[in-house]
């Protein structure tokens, strides 16, 4: 479980931290401060995330 995990934040850490950027830049937070944030906080949030994902494939096998 732990593999399919590291591997799904992999990319579901990537895909929600790519967007909370979007959104900063749309927003006009554009210097590399509001940025950073951005991206930490989407890998973070992908962290409970992640977990629901990974619990639901195994569950339902």
Do not use: C
Not at 30 to 52: E, K
């Amino acid at each position: 479980m732990l593999r399919l995990g590291l591997i799904l934040h992999l990319f579901i850490g990537s895909t929600l931290a790519g967007s909370a950027i979007i959104v900063a830049l749309v927003m006009g937070q554009d210097t590399m401060t509001p940025i950073l944030i951005a991206a930490l906080l989407g890998f973070l949030i992908a962290i409970p995330a992640t977990w629901v994902v990974t619990k639901m494939i195994y569950e339902n096998q």
